[in-house]
């Protein structure tokens, strides 16, 4: 093993990233290192990136990354098996979650609310740590990551690609917890907003849920082909349908009935869809925000009059519990063959080139960036 390792290094924000060398770190009992296979960019990423953190304080610099598969090359003592009990070896491919070690099970979140996804002490791999500090690797955009002890690892099938699993990132087990939210049902009809990976996910879980009818409504075209091919029954480009209204229109249209979805998921992150998704929901219907992960502005032209007059239900799906993650694994490693999720990659980028990588996928003009260290 050598002595150092790249990173590369966000120091502040809007700033151009930086490729740095830290020393490889000794692993504790407990603990994992890996070296990475794959990263995703995550639009969470781009919005970190842009200061959109809601109040939130960045130690910088910091290490991005929290889509990630790597292959262990050293094992702290104590640590045998996975989280599922799977025995745990040198060269196993794994993933994990955002989360650092476990949820406090402590705090009024955990212990009460019944919410440990929103733990009042959580830290996250990816954001939450400065990387000038040992063990320097706490996020995924780097040669190596140091998993702390307690973190909810996952072996991965044999068979089920690396690329495939960070093409899905974050966005399976997003999107399996916010379609636990949504309770989809045999022959709904739902609406994705949004075709970045999150959308794209969530038009294939809606399907894989039930939905009769399922309709993407977002862009480039690139996107919505892939969506139109991994089932989704109708889209919407949003560069050619310029007007919320008629897009309201065609959601109602194409819906059984003509009345609007079952279920509307807003997997945008642009604020402004949200007073659009609400009028696409038919009365009495569910619309589950998932897409405002980090604060991108205020809501222009909401009129909380259509959640009384449509008699709907507004549900918030914040990130996933390590359960979701099992969940997307086990999928993926099934559906693989069907949908070859890999295919989602459109571009593939060394550190050194990590600052256009971000701003490709700002531009949308990527389907999904992807770092690799080794490049």
């Known amino acids: 093993m050598p002595d150092k390792g790249k990173a590369a290094v966000m120091v502040g924000f809007k700033r151009p990233f930086e490729v740095r060398e830290y020393p490889i770190p000794k692993v504790e009992p407990g603990a994992i290192l890996v070296k990475m296979l794959s990263a995703g960019v995550c639009g969470t990423d781009v919005h970190t990136w842009l200061g959109h953190t809601g109040g939130k304080v960045l130690s910088f610099p910091v290490i991005l990354g929290h889509e990630n598969v790597g292959e262990v090359i050293a094992l702290g003592e104590g640590v045998e098996r996975d989280w599922t009990g799977e025995p745990l070896s040198i060269g196993d491919r794994i993933t994990w979650p955002t989360t650092i070690g476990r949820y406090c099970y402590r705090c ?18 990816g954001a939450a740590l400065s990387c000038d500090k ?32 960070v093409a899905a990132g974050c966005a399976a087990p997003t999107m399996i917890h916010a379609s636990e939210r949504a309770g989809i049902r045999e022959g709904d009809t739902v609406a994705v907003q949004g075709s970045g990976a999150v959308g794209l996910f969530g038009a294939i879980i809606a399907k894989e849920s039930g939905a009769d009818k399922v309709i993407v409504i977002g862009g480039p075209r690139e996107r919505l082909e892939l969506a139109r091919k991994w089932g989704a ?40 869809a949200f007073a659009e998704g609400v009028r696409m929901v038919r009365d009495g219907g569910t619309y589950v925000v998932v897409g405002q992960f980090m604060d991108a502005g205020p809501v222009e032209g909401f009129h909380p009059f ?8 507004i549900k918030g799906s914040y990130s996933w519990e390590p359960r979701h993650t099992w969940r997307a694994v086990r999928f993926m490693a ?21 600052t256009k990588a971000v701003e490709m996928v700002r531009d949308w003009k990527v389907v999904k960036a992807v770092l690799d260290p080794w490049k």
């Open 233 to 272: 029954d109708h889209t919407i480009d949003i560069s050619e349908v310029r007007d919320p209204e008629e897009r309201i229109r065609l959601v109602k249209e194409y819906s059984i009935g003509g009345q609007g979805a079952d279920v509307v998921f807003e997997c945008s992150g642009v604020p402004n």
């Open 334 to 354: 099934k559906a693989n063959s069907k949908y070859r999720f890999e295919d989602l990659v459109s571009h593939r980028f060394p550190l050194e080139e990590t």
């Open 306 to 313: 259509w959640v009384t007059f449509k008699h709907i239900t």
């Open 134 to 165: 040992p063990p320097h690797f706490t996020g995924g955009w780097a040669q190596y990551c140091y998993l702390f002890p307690e973190t909810a690892v996952f072996k991965l099938p044999k068979d089920l690609p690396a690329d495939a699993l």
């Open 108 to 125: 009024y979140n955990c212990v009460v609310a019944g919410i440990p996804n929103k733990c009042l002490n959580r830290r996250t791999y």
